[in-house]
């Protein structure tokens, strides 16, 4: 019990800690100064637009987490670190491909232009839900789209979720998500 109370009691500090590496910005603010310089006002503003983002992300994936019934998912910083190293290597190619790490579930999404936010890019996961049918186990999606983004959002036995979101070199954005335990294998139902 009182390992609980003190994780719960170190989240606030963790997100902190963890803003500078989910942190990304777009055109030339996107690179430090050749300085080499940051302001704390700076540091500041980029830890709380980091804290922004990840809230909303977990706010998108909670509500419908909480609408089906199933806990909420908590932050993880290794798993937002893993995000943030694949998202990276496909910047060039701003490629929706899903990465090695077999033992995360993985959801990615890429936005054509660069303003997307946290909460629109999650929000379209969220919204194949429209198609899923618990009672059958099925998705009824039209050609083209699937569920298994929004199963592995709301998949019961996920318990932590780490994203990085990158403004690719065309100028596009990447939302790369991972889960832990990982969802979607086999024919169960996600709730």
Known sequence: MARTRM??????ILVLLALSA????SGSAATDDDDG???TDTDAARRARAAATIAEILSVHNAARQAVGVPPLVWSLQIAGYAKDYAHSRRGDCAPRRSPLFYFGENIFVGKGRHWNATALAASW????????????SCASPPGARCLRYTQ???RNTTQVGCAR??????DTLLVCDYFPPGNYGTGRPY
């Open 7 to 12: 994780s719960s009691s170190l989240w606030p």
């Open 22 to 25: 989910l942190c990304t910005r």
């Open 37 to 39: 310089s940051n302001t």
């Open 126 to 137: 969220v919204a194949e839900g429209q198609w899923y049918d618990y009672g059958t186990n």
């Open 153 to 155: 959002v709301v998949w």
């Open 166 to 171: 990158i403004v690719c070199d065309s100028g």
